[in-house]
């Protein structure tokens, strides 16, 4: 198989994140054109022992730090609330980190790969990242949820990360008037509720009224993922693990196109 063949299906999402690392599309877009014709040019090699796209990014970090390029400049950024800038305003190193597992989807093992890093290194930077996260997007949180212990759970996870729960539902009416009462930068819900009503129409009543980033924590995810409709960015299934749901929060809060205002 050729080099091109093997590469193509991903030359689509280093350019993804080449432009969110750089923070601007033709900066992005340069430097994974010059990591490919160093590959042409057999100037780089793709490491045998890596897998095809990990050994790609790989080769664009190699790239990268060969020029001497820097994530540290600031000067360009306005004062726009959305993701692009957020990333710009993350620790550089922790910021390649967090976009690699969080936007990309490798695991912290093959980050260190692409890094260079120790893989517990990458997990130190990722948690630095998501601390920083949560305290810029710290936000009022609404947990529609109808297991008590469950419920008190979250909170407990909500609150750690410097949010506040400012409501808590059973139901998909008091889902409902609770977002009335008080309208909430982030959602965490169940899919089946006390009284049998739906967590899902509940989350598709409130989105109908504001733009929010909401969580589905769930036992019975298949509901969820049928294909018959869009499905959620985030979906975690439980038992969850408090970690799991910590990054979760801070992705969703951090790739949301517009930071949600807090009701006066």
Do not use: C
């Not at 993804?16 to 054109?33: E, P, S």
């Not at 008190?152 to 539902?169: C, F, N, P, Q, Y």
């Not at 989105?207 to 018959?228: H, N, Q, S, W």
């Not at 299934?237 to 799991?244: D, H, I, L, M, S």
């Amino acid at each position: 198989m050729s080099l091109l063949a093997r590469l193509a299906p991903h030359l689509p999402y280093v350019r993804r994140y080449a432009r969110a690392l750089t923070g601007d599309q033709t900066t992005g877009d340069n430097y994974v054109r010059v990591a490919l014709e160093a590959l042409a040019a057999g100037e780089r090699q793709l490491p045998a022992e890596m897998t095809p796209r990990v050994a790609l990014y790989h080769v664009f970090h190699a790239i990268w730090a060969s020029t001497g390029a820097r994530l540290e400049d600031q000067s360009g950024l306005d004062n726009r609330d959305d993701p692009s800038n957020r990333l710009m305003r993350i620790a550089p190193r922790s910021r390649q980190a967090f976009l690699l597992t969080a936007l990309e989807g490798f695991t912290p093992s093959e980050a260190a790969q692409i890094l260079d890093a120790d893989a517990q290194d990458v997990e130190r930077l990722i948690g630095e990242a998501q601390s920083d996260i949560d305290a810029e997007l710290a936000t009022d949180v609404l947990i529609i949820e109808d297991e008590a212990i469950i419920s008190a759970d979250i909170e407990s996870l909500v609150k750690e990360l410097g949010h506040r729960v400012t409501g808590t539902a059973t139901t998909h009416d008091e889902a409902v008037d609770a977002v009335a009462r008080h309208r909430p930068g982030l959602v965490l819900a169940d899919i089946q509720l006390a009284d049998g009503s739906s967590g899902i129409d509940a989350v598709k009543d409130i989105l109908k009224r504001i733009d929010v980033p909401v969580i589905f924590i769930t036992a019975f995810p298949e509901r969820l993922l049928t294909g018959e409709r869009p499905e959620p960015t985030f979906l975690i299934t439980k038992p969850f693990q408090p970690e799991t749901v910590k990054a979760a929060i801070s992705q969703a809060l951090f790739f949301h196109p517009s930071r949600q205002k807090e009701a006066a």
